[in-house]
């Protein structure tokens, strides 16, 4: 499971700095830049905070599907994880 992309382009598309992002869903700065890297697993509870505050569910974050991605956000995310391949 590689989240550590789909964060990074998730936070771009939203147009946030990592720190920011990690103060949104609460998660320690240097423990989110670590997630991002994918040198430290986003936990559930982590990414059901994302989808809280951003309406970006699990389905995304762990398995990639766009589906249950605000319609906003996913032609924005997809262009972003292809740049990022």
């Known amino acids: 499971m590689i989240v550590a992309p789909r964060l990074t382009a998730l936070r771009?598309?939203?147009g946030m700095t990592k720190a920011d992002f990690s103060d949104m869903i609460e998660i320690d700065r240097s423990?989110?830049?670590?997630?991002e890297k994918g040198e430290k697993p986003l936990l559930p509870r982590q990414a059901f905070k994302i989808y809280e505050r951003f309406g970006v569910d699990m389905n995304y974050i762990y398995l990639g599907q766009v589906g249950g991605v605000p319609q906003?956000?996913?032609?924005?995310?997809?262009?972003?994880?292809?740049?990022?391949?």
């Open 12 to 14: 771009e598309a939203l």
């Open 31 to 35: 423990s989110y830049t670590k997630i």
């Open 72 to 85: 906003k956000l996913s032609k924005t995310l997809t262009t972003i994880l292809n740049t990022l391949h």
